[in-house]
């Protein structure tokens, strides 16, 4: 059903001319989408333990090969190179991030966690008026969660991005997936976004929770238990995640895989969930555990983030395709915005 739904988004989408192609290419100094035309190789997984009230999981190292299938070059560093001297040769660099628009047990005020539900029409308008706030801003890599209304709302919100790049998932499950979603076009490939798709940006899993209505549960447990369960930073619901738990698997990955990225250049966009995308800005802007446990965010509104000098700043949430503000702090957006200006015209 979750596939169904995603598709006929993305037909409603393209059938509003959201999806058009370009045959231009931009190039825009560290900005620009490095393409390499050969093989490649990518560690993706990592080693880390996420304990729950009742069992482990452990994700192990993933290596992943393709002949054809690469659209962006891997980022690598010597290994004596510290966190810190990384951050002083990093260039400007943009981080989005997305909540995934309304899905359909959040209309049922149902608990979701880890349970894989799509958008509603609601989230799938959220999204593609997500995606218009971004439209001027630079994608060269993407990351959601394994789930699909993240998944969705990644897609969706690209169909309004003035580059009308593609955005495609990279499947490295096993070699058959590979082989059979290889690109053998050049310029397909130019036109591309790379989207990875990681279990450790997926959201806070609610354990016995999953399925329960939320007023109901208040009603059987009582409103100050259920308000711990939610709300605290370490208490897990029964035989589920706390959201210490969910940050330790998402801000790891976030520093073994993503900030690489942006160290390098790439621009980025993360479209994940509530508590993984609030275990993110928790490091970001290295929240206490109090204060993140009152953060909240809502449905399909992206928040921008420069890296610039060795530091991550909030610049809150784009309000539109036509609004300059947001793009004022940094000449390279600025400029980004120009180049698309005149390609377009």
């Not at 899993?205 to 329960?212: A, F, K, N, S, T």
């Not at 520093?255 to 966009?269: A, F, R, T, Y």
């Not at 449905?299 to 909030?314: A, H, N, S, V």
């Amino acid at each position: 059903m979750a596939t169904a739904v995603f598709h006929q988004a993305l037909g409603t989408a393209q059938s509003h001319q959201h999806l058009q192609n370009s045959g231009s290419r931009l190039v825009f100094g560290n900005a620009s989408l490095k393409l390499i035309s050969k093989g490649f190789k990518v560690d993706i997984g990592l080693s880390r333990r996420a304990s729950y009230s009742s069992w482990k999981k452990k994700f192990g190292v993933i290596q992943a090969s393709a002949s054809q299938t690469s659209v962006v070059q891997p980022v690598s560093y010597p290994p004596n190179n510290s966190s810190d001297e990384l951050r002083k040769k990093s260039s400007e660099a943009a981080l989005i991030l997305i909540r995934h628009g309304e899905s359909l047990w959040n209309e049922k005020n149902l608990f979701t966690g880890c349970v894989d539900v799509p958008l509603t029409k609601k989230g799938v308008e959220e999204a593609i008026e997500a995606g218009k706030r971004i439209s001027n801003i630079p994608v060269d890599m993407i990351y959601t969660s394994a789930l699909i209304r993240a998944q969705m709302t990644a897609m969706l919100a690209m169909t309004q991005h003035r580059r009308k790049k593609v955005p495609i998932i990279l499947h490295n499950e096993n070699e058959q997936a590979r082989e059979w979603s290889q690109i053998f076009s050049e310029d397909t490939k130019k036109q591309s976004i790379p989207v990875v798709a990681a279990s450790q940006l997926n959201e806070r899993m609610y354990g016995e929770l999953q399925g329960l209505n939320k007023q109901e549960t208040a009603d059987r447990f009582g409103k100050e238990k259920v308000h711990e369960w939610r709300r605290s930073y370490d208490i897990p619901p029964p035989n589920g995640e706390s959201l210490e738990m969910c940050a330790e698997r998402a801000v790891a990955y976030f520093k073994d895989h993503i900030e690489p990225q942006l160290l390098s250049g790439k621009n980025v966009m993360i479209a994940a969930h509530g508590n993984s995308l609030r275990s993110i800005i928790m490091y970001l802007d290295k929240l206490t555990s109090q204060e993140v446990i009152n953060l909240e965010l809502s449905t399909g509104i992206p928040m921008l983030y420069i890296l610039k000098e060795g530091k991550f700043i909030r610049r809150g949430s784009p309000a539109g395709p036509t609004e300059a503000g947001v793009y004022a702090y940094t000449r390279s957006l600025a400029l980004y915005r120009q180049k698309l200006d005149d390609m377009l015209r």
